[in-house]
């Protein structure tokens, strides 16, 4: 009887290995068979922008995660995701499952509506890992305050509660 279940066994992993192994295949030439998502000379990609922010933030985010990585600009980031010229960035670096992206990304959105020139952009880490590295993250979410020239000019690690981000914004906001 034990013998049976053993066969069973080793012939349902090894249907499960084969299954495996074909959808690995098909997404490998999927991926390979897609266009060519490189941007064009005026720096826009075929890509769809998606917007993770919940429903009325649209004009406070900017999607960064599914675009490529720009030229580094004088500071850390690179381009894409340093703040415009003249204003300040408010950079989330959150996960797809944490739940305290979302209500971070809620205060940032809700601080960004109430000073011109300061805008929200969030970055999903795993479309991005080169930033953890880079900028050394240890945690989502971690919001950074980023200037034109791609400089980090403070960071805050989890929900940053409004009056906390309203104080760090409050200097930068009168020397930039």
């Known amino acids: 009887m034990s013998g049976g279940v053993l066969l069973v066994a080793v012939v349902a992993l090894a249907v499960v290995l084969l299954v495996?192994?074909?959808?690995?295949?098909?997404?490998?030439?999927?991926?390979?068979?897609?266009?060519?998502d490189t941007p064009d000379a005026s720096g826009a990609s075929d890509l769809p922008v998606h917007d993770p922010g919940p429903e009325g933030t649209r004009r406070d985010l900017r999607a960064v995660g599914s675009q490529r990585p720009g030229p580094?600009?004088?500071?850390?980031?690179?381009?894409?995701?340093?703040?415009?010229?003249?204003?300040?960035?408010?950079?989330?670096?959150?996960?797809?499952?944490?739940?305290?992206c979302r209500a971070s990304r809620s205060v940032l959105t809700d601080v960004a509506s109430e000073h011109p020139g300061v805008t929200v952009r969030e970055v999903d880490v795993a479309v991005r890992p080169e930033l953890v590295r880079l900028l050394g993250i240890r945690r989502t979410p971690t919001t950074l305050v980023v200037d034109p020239a791609g400089v980090e000019l403070a960071r805050t690690v989890g929900v940053p509660r409004r009056s906390d981000l309203l104080g760090l914004l409050a200097p930068l906001r009168r020397t930039g």
Do not use: M, N
């Open 20 to 36: 495996g192994l074909a959808l690995a295949v098909l997404r490998l030439r999927r991926l390979r068979a897609a266009p060519d």
């Open 72 to 100: 580094p600009v004088s500071g850390v980031l690179p381009r894409d995701l340093a703040a415009p010229p003249g204003g300040l960035a408010l950079l989330q670096l959150s996960s797809q499952f944490c739940a305290e």
